[in-house]
């Protein structure tokens, strides 16, 4: 996958899963379930669960990528700083935590 340079990206829409569709550094697409897009510290992320096997990310492992909108387009990039994508990646299980309680209810 890019790091750094950002992914394109084309959403498909079915009936179980937000489909999303990024392109890797060899031009290959590798498909993701998008399970949520949030604010943290005044930037957008995304989350996404590999809906097939993805080198360097494990099963059941979510990747978390920032959405930058450019030239009228959304991209996702890379966290690089370590410190803030634990801090993402907390966030992100709070939101779910408050969705599973939401759904409870």
Do not use: C, Q
Not at 48 to 69: A, K, Q, S
Not at 93 to 100: F, H, K, Q, Y
């Amino acid at each position: 996958m890019k790091e750094n340079n950002g992914y394109s990206e084309e959403n498909v829409l079915n009936d179980e899963v937000n489909e999303v569709i990024l392109v890797d550094e060899k031009g290959n697409n590798v498909h993701f379930d998008h399970v949520m897009t949030f604010n943290y510290e005044g930037k957008k992320y995304a989350a996404l669960l590999p809906l097939e096997e993805v080198e360097g990310i494990g099963e059941n492992e979510v990747l978390m990528l920032e959405v930058v909108h450019e030239n009228s387009e959304d991209t996702y990039k890379t966290v690089d700083n370590e410190i803030l994508l634990d801090e993402i990646f907390e966030r992100f299980l709070e939101l779910m935590d408050e969705l599973d309680e939401d759904e409870e209810e």
